[in-house]
């Protein structure tokens, strides 16, 4: 596309979008094309900081409003008839404002520039391999997101809110049996005020330093701690509650029927302690679920649930018939019935949301409850079947096996047609 030609994305009309990515080192960092771009632009929007880093011109700054994202339809439409010009930290479209523009805009509508991303230096100057470490943000996000990514001898990266990330995560390593884990913060990754502490998470004490931040952590887990990997079967420990929990076995079982796929929604109807939802959402970082649950004790249980084990962005909803009168739910990719399955309209009702070619898994465990599967898959077809989990258990100076109930499951696929 020619610099000057206008673009003819329905979604916008103007001038394509410069988005710069420009780094610590400023100006003096960019090569010549990006230099044309952004001084040809009648209107920068960017941080203070970014703004700052920019030679004086002719063009308007105008630093982004807090919050930003309600406020972008107004601002841009505003100025549609102006050249257009965005900063952004290092790659735009590496955790930042370029992603945000593509998907409102469409990639037509813009021209980005990247720079290296606070990643790549990082890896640079760590001497790690980039295409193998995580990355998480905890940008705009809650840091126990970091949690799932955390296995003892591993490597990640975590983006910085702010300066005070830095503390905030080594209490969190601390405090999930990572404290041996060693921390290394890079400040103001290529510019001239680049800086590096290094220390381990349980006796980190370096002062709050630079707000822009990379944290690296080498996992080091304590020796006898609870593993807890992103594979479905979580410890029975792992969870707090009221005893209304699928035990761990029954759990990775049913999960796996529920086959997550990264970016799918789940509906887990009849939430308990939130567990299949929680053992959803840490397959992938971009899993979804919404949890039904009707008594408001287990609700605040499954947000604590959710929490502790890296996966806060988990919906909790009332009861799941009261919730569907009340309002619109988004289609989901899965559902799982682990309870309300003799309630009339409970399944019906989640069967008609269910996108197609969605699945639903159900389990039951009584005699009443078992005799709706088997009508369900008269209906509608699927697959049955049925376990029972024995744990060997100490009696007297012996082991018995102690067995759970059993567990009957249907599995079953929604018609695309």
């Not at 884990?181 to 290529?190: A, H, P, R, Y």
């Not at 039951?364 to 509608?380: G, I, N, P, R, Y």
């Not at 077809?381 to 067995?403: C, D, N, V």
């Amino acid at each position: 596309m020619a610099p000057d030609a206008a673009v003819t994305d329905p979604a916008w009309s103007g001038h394509p979008i410069v988005v710069l990515g420009i780094g610590a080192d400023g100006w003096s960092g960019l090569g010549e094309p990006a230099r044309a771009a952004i001084g040809a632009c009648e209107v920068v929007f960017g941080s203070p900081r970014q703004l700052a880093l920019l030679p004086d011109s002719d063009a308007e700054s105008v630093p982004w409003p807090s919050p930003l994202l309600p406020a972008l339809p107004e601002l841009f439409a505003r100025n549609a008839g102006r050249r257009i010009g965005v900063l952004a930290s290092g790659d735009p479209m590496f955790y930042g404002i370029g992603v945000t523009l593509a998907r409102r805009f469409g990639a037509r509508a813009l021209r980005v520039f990247p720079q290296p991303s606070s990643v790549s230096l990082a890896c640079a100057r760590l001497g790690w391999p980039l295409a193998e470490v995580p990355v998480v943000s905890v940008v705009a996000r809650p840091l126990p997101t970091v949690l799932p990514e955390l296995a003892d001898g591993r490597r990640l990266l975590v983006l910085s809110e702010d300066e005070s990330t830095p503390h905030l995560l080594a209490r969190l390593l601390r405090d999930n049996g990572f404290g041996a884990s060693t921390l290394t913060v890079l400040e103001q990754l290529g510019g001239p005020a680049e800086r590096t502490s290094t220390g381990t998470a349980a006796r980190w004490a370096h002062p709050h330093g630079d707000p822009l931040n990379v944290v690296a952590i080498d996992c080091v887990a304590e020796a006898g701690g609870r593993r807890d990997t992103r594979l479905p079967g979580l410890a029975d420990t792992a969870f707090t509650g009221d005893g209304q929990l699928t035990k761990a076995e029954v759990r990775a079982l049913t999960v796996t029927a529920l086959a997550p796929a990264p970016g799918e929604t789940l509906w887990d109807v009849g939430g308990g302690s939130g567990s299949i939802a929680i053992e959803w959402c840490r397959t992938h970082p971009l899993c979804r679920a919404v949890t039904f649950e009707r008594l408001p004790a287990r609700r605040e249980q499954i947000a604590v649930n959710a929490a502790a084990l890296g996966v806060p962005g988990i919906t909790v909803r009332g009861e799941v018939r009261s919730e569907f009168a009340e309002r619109e739910l988004a289609a989901p990719d899965a559902i799982f019935l682990g309870g309300g399955l003799t309630q009339d309209g409970v399944f019906d009702q989640c069967w008609q949301r269910l996108r197609p070619g969605g699945r639903l898994v159900a389990n039951a465990v009584t005699a009443e409850s078992e005799a709706q599967l088997l009508d369900w898959t008269a209906t509608h077809g699927g697959t049955l079947r049925k376990f029972q989990i024995y744990r060997g258990e100490p009696l007297g100076g012996f082991t018995a096996w102690r067995p759970h109930l059993p567990v009957a499951q249907w599995i079953v696929t929604k018609p695309a047609g």
